[in-house]
């Protein structure tokens, strides 16, 4: 399943084991539909060939069916656009407020650091003891406002 993450259609065997994963990955999502890494196997598969919006759907369906799964969410939202991947990693934190993943990446989507800023002071609100957090938030800040906030 690994190799198709760089998947070309050279020949007509190509398009076999296309078919073949996509089989695959169809029985995996629906034999475990609990099993996050299937959800993004299955999207990326479809990714690779050109189907964006089947594995836009795809991951989508996966982040409804698995909420708790942090790397869900954020495949999710590298498929999407910058605006759209702030919505789904602001839905994700509301299933998972306490992963630091989904703070991280949605700091990134922000625009301005001011925003960059407010996202992470509300991460800190609910994971105070992250050192990944506060490091991306001292980093934010120059170096007075940083001694005020360690």
Do not use: F
């Not at 795809?58 to 605006?83: F, N, Q, Y």
């Not at 789904?88 to 299933?95: C, D, N, S, T």
């Not at 625009?111 to 800023?117: D, F, L, N, P, Q």
């Amino acid at each position: 399943i690994i190799y198709m993450y760089t998947l070309q259609v050279q020949s007509s065997s190509d398009l076999q084991d296309i078919k073949k994963a996509r089989l695959l990955l169809k029985s995996v999502i629906t034999t475990n539909p609990k099993h996050g890494p299937g959800w993004i196997a299955a999207a990326r598969l479809e990714q690779e060939t050109g189907r964006l919006v089947v594995a836009r759907n795809l991951i989508m369906k996966g982040c409804d069916t698995v909420p708790k799964s942090d790397d869900v969410w954020l495949e999710a939202a590298k498929m999407h656009s910058k605006e759209n991947a702030k919505a789904i990693l602001a839905k994700a934190i509301r299933y998972i407020p306490t992963s630091k993943k989904i703070w991280l990446a949605a700091c990134k989507y922000e625009g301005t650091i001011e925003a960059k800023k407010a996202v992470l002071r509300r991460a800190l609100e609910l994971i105070p003891h992250s050192v990944d957090l506060w490091k991306a938030a001292v980093e934010l800040e120059n170096p007075d406002d940083a001694r005020v906030m360690l």
